[in-house]
């Protein structure tokens, strides 16, 4: 049975051994990994990682996943050669580490990208998706960057943001029912603020049993029934993207 106790289970899975088709990047002063479609398209897509940062092997089957489906996608190291964090490491220091790595500062981090998805990747309509760290990264994008077109949170930390509901661009929402650290109490306040003051298109899903992290790992092997959700997961999010981009 997997551990799933601990505050951020993102890195459970058989995702480890995946080595990626795309390349890794110097953006600036950010790297990044890229994935680019067989053919040249102008969408794009920025994948934002979780806690334990963007060279985890889930995320970027994700950011394949992407390329895949058609658009260029590029998951760049927003903590800016920080260190991600271990499984090893002692939980007891999560929160003074979560202190120096705010999903609310990435705007410069941002703009660099953006500036290369367009020069030179001739990107003309980009979105943002994003996991757990990444997700609330996500809201705080759709509430201020007017550049970004639509955006997915999957499973980001709501009391990040939670008094700011007031979105820019359309996003999409993905919970997980039985989410330790996310209680549904949590997405329900959301939920009744978006509808308060939100001016564009927006959805909140949940996903029945699921558990924090269950559309960017592979968990076939840990629990067969999962996969439909996964799976619904990732369609649900591709269709978003192909609904605004």
């Not at 459970?12 to 398209?41: L, M, N, W």
């Not at 960017?216 to 369609?235: A, S």
């Amino acid at each position: 049975m997997a551990n799933e106790s601990r505050p951020c289970p993102c890195d459970i899975g058989d995702r480890f051994d995946y080595g990626g088709r795309g390349q890794e990047a110097q953006v600036e002063h950010i790297k990044a990994y890229v994935c680019k479609p067989p053919a040249s398209t102008d969408r794009a897509v920025i994948v934002i990682h979780d806690i334990f940062g963007w060279q985890l092997p889930n995320t970027r089957y994700m950011a394949d996943m992407l390329a895949t489906n058609g658009y260029t996608a590029i998951c760049p190291d927003f903590f800016v050669g920080q260190e991600a964090w271990k499984p090893s490491n002692d939980w007891v220091t999560f929160d003074d580490w979560l202190k120096t790595r705010s999903a609310g500062k990435i705007d410069r981090e941002v703009d660099v990208i953006l500036k290369y998805l367009r020069e030179q990747c001739g990107a003309k309509k980009i979105g943002v998706i994003g996991f757990c760290w990444g997700g609330a990264a996500v809201q705080h994008l759709m509430l201020k960057n007017p550049d970004l077109k639509t955006g997915v949170s999957l499973y980001g930390v709501i009391k990040f943001f939670e008094d700011r509901s007031s979105l820019l661009h359309p996003t999409f929402f993905i919970f997980a029912e039985k989410d330790d650290h996310i209680p549904l109490e949590q997405v329900t306040l959301l939920e009744q603020k978006l509808k308060q003051n939100c001016k564009v298109d927006y959805k909140v899903k949940i996903y029945p049993g699921q558990t924090h992290g269950f559309v960017h790992r592979k968990r076939e092997d840990i629990n067969p029934q999962d996969r439909p959700y996964i799976e619904e997961g990732r369609k649900d999010m591709i269709n978003w993207l192909n609904k605004y981009l």
